[in-house]
């Protein structure tokens, strides 16, 4: 379906046309020299093998695991779902999967096109051949993200575990411990809640990342 709004699309200038999925997605040769001062020099790297990396290089950013493992533990729903997916999920992503994806999510419900400097009777002349093919379905209702709070336990090297609770542990090894305590505020609709939420943030500390800017940024709590 998408191939053949693409090919048609060729002729139009300024159009570029996407090459075909592939039918598998198989890691490359990766060749890997670490140097004397620890630096590693990847070459020949596949999208997908260098997913895995990264995916491993999370393993040691605290703050990433803990940003992954409160969304998990506190929500139901999309705002629940890894922003890195497991290594073992990878090893069955092929090209009818990725079709599949976007047969789904790729409809003209969920799409907005936008240009600037460009005459609107001129974008509608490119749109309309691109998207004449796409199935024109109402769109369906997207469950909510609810919250339930939970904990979210992880032991470094291992996958991660889920269970019903209030906080998150992870075992390091090492002499630190990082933890995360998070609850769900309105926002600054609330501008009351919102003011209580902030100052609790400075009390117990305003997170990892150093800033000159701000009240509460770059704290830390010995709590």
Partial sequence: MYRTAASRAKALKGVFQPPPLPGHVEPS???????????????????????????????KNP??????????AA????????????ESALDRLNGELLEEFMTENFTV?????AASGVEHEELL???EPLTSDLPNVPRQVEPKSQYTGGDFLQHTG???????GGDFLQ?????????ALAFEVPGWNNEKEAVIATVLQMLMGGGGS?????????MHSWL
Avoid: C, W
């Fill in 29 to 59: 040769k990766l060749k890997i020299t670490a140097l004397p001062n620890g630096l590693k020099i990847a070459s020949h790297m596949s999208p997908l093998r260098k997913m895995k990396v990264e995916i491993a290089e999370l393993a």
């Fill in 63 to 72: 703050m990433g695991l803990l940003m992954e493992a409160v969304h998990t």
């Fill in 75 to 86: 929500y139901s729903g999309a705002l629940a779902n890894p922003l890195y997916a497991h």
């Fill in 109 to 113: 419900a969920r799409m907005v096109l």
């Fill in 125 to 127: 002349q490119v749109a």
């Fill in 158 to 164: 291992g996958d991660f575990l889920q269970h019903t």
């Fill in 171 to 179: 075992h390091t090894g090492g002499e630190a411990t990082h933890f």
């Fill in 210 to 218: 150093f800033s000159a800017g701000g009240p509460g940024k770059g």
